[in-house]
């Protein structure tokens, strides 16, 4: 598997023929300066395919602004603090806190990568045509992943800022507004549907590179769309079909992997929970093309070669209130009102030589596959030890992310330390599991269909689980309980709680959680009445004070820059969201 076939240096970026639509929301300079006439040609279009794709994971130069969504979807939905220490990367403060303004750097990260995303896939169909020597099976391909890449980054943007303008091929002036005629905003959900639809119709099966997305992958974004507008009964049935008929690029069929973990290790990934994987590599050359997104969130302090992993900085420290979610009751079940009466044991009160008692009740293993912790294994770098791998445990409490790190056996040929000292590692971020689309199916049949066929779907997940225990020698690390759902949900209402609390555990420190509460219209009541009032406790110099406002949080603010940007005629073109 050549993984860099979808990596492209950032020199490519920038091409002579860029009327892309970062011209008008950003002030970008050429990396690298390519003529019409070299790009209308199968080579030329192939190679800006590939930079379409790279753009997935955020602009080299900037981390925060790809697709795994760390800060924008992970600590704000409270599966994690900011951490590190409140005097670093300040910015990122207010947006655990929701308190950004316009005005604040990180949405430039966030706002510059869709965008950019947009535009490559934008120049993709623009040159298509011109090209001459591209059959029409190769182009209808082409096309179709170009569309994928336009529909999956407006999609970025509308969970990240809600009221955006959908830009295809065809726009020449790039001051495009976000609202009508009246000043109401777009509903940009048609343009999105119709790319996912015509990528799910015309894309293949089997892809010639496993990082391609397939048909597959365009028909679960687009059930997935449909799921963020609460369209059930259309969703359901897309669901269906993939479920029952998909397969990943290879053309394996979608099953949950065996190890929970396998998705999250790179000699096992690309497997056949696989939906849609943005790629990364290492060791080739120029070490930009890792896992960019993630090299400020490994654990802090050491070396990334012999004591732990990264060697930066611990931006993305797994919250107290996610790991108690993964405790369960005497019969292996989760415990979605009450799991955050008891916090399970941590070592934040202690020296790192006192003596520690670790939690000896029930908890699923995905916690310890998903947070590193006193006492368990993390991976092959021995015993985590706490707060010795933490730089302010008052603040950013004691534990570690384990979902984006690597293996100590993986350092030379998968994972290294390169440029100014962070690690980069050649771990995909999995923007789309199979667990993801079950659990997805599961809220679909939930709404507008079977109860049981819901329950079935979340047994699968948690079966699995049950089957993924974290090792400590022979033994299991930790008092792992795990079990399915015998008794049938007494209502929709209990069948909704157990569903969501699942994807909770299932993909926490994914990025999904925030999207998640905003489009179950949940986000201000777990939010301000679960999450801030008990953290708060827990990270005062973090969270006191912090609240979530409805009506406006639900969206960030569009950034300064681009309303400024978008300027004609004295007047901008893009309307700022409400409450900013």
Known sequence: MNKKLFIIPAAFVAMALMHSCKKSFLELSPQGVYDLGSLTNKKGVDGMLINAYATLDGRQDQQNGGASNWLWGSITGGDAYKGTEPTDMVDANPVMRFEILPSNGQLTNKWTGIWDGVGGANQVLKVLPQASDISAADAKQIEGEARFIRAFMHFEGKKAFGNIPFLDETVTDYKVPNTDASGNYLNIWPKIEEDFKWAYDNLDEVRPHVGRANKWAAAAYLAKAYMFQNKFAEAKALFDVIIANGKNSRGTPYALAANYHNNFRVTSENNSETVFSIQASYGDGANTNGNYDNTLNYPHGGSATTEKPGACCGFFQPSQNLVNSFRTDAAGLPMPTTYNN???????????????????????????????????????WGIHPGRNWIRMVTYGGPYSPKKNTYYKADIGTLAGTVGWGFANNALNFTAMRFADVLLMAAEAEVEVGSLQTAR?????????????????????????????????????????????????????????????????????????????PKEAQRRASALDGARFTKNKNEYFPIPEFAITQSVRDGQATLKQNPGY
């Open 342 to 380: 008891v916090d399970v044991t941590s070592d934040e009160n202690l020296a790192s030589t006192d003596a520690f008692t670790p939690y000896s009740g029930n908890l699923d293993p995905r916690l310890d596959w998903t947070v590193g912790r006193r006492g368990i294994p993390y991976y092959d």
């Open 456 to 532: 079935d779907y979340v047994n699968r997940v948690r079966r699995r689980a049950a089957a993924s225990p974290v090792l400590n020698g022979a033994n299991p690390a930790a008092n792992y309980v795990v079990a399915e759902y015998t008794a049938p949900w007494a209502s929709k209402e209990a069948a909704r709680t157990a569903v969501r609390f699942e994807r909770k555990i299932e993909l926490g420190m994914e990025g999904h959680r925030f999207f998640d509460l905003v489009r179950w219209g949940i986000a201000e009541e777990v939010l301000n009445n679960e999450y801030f």
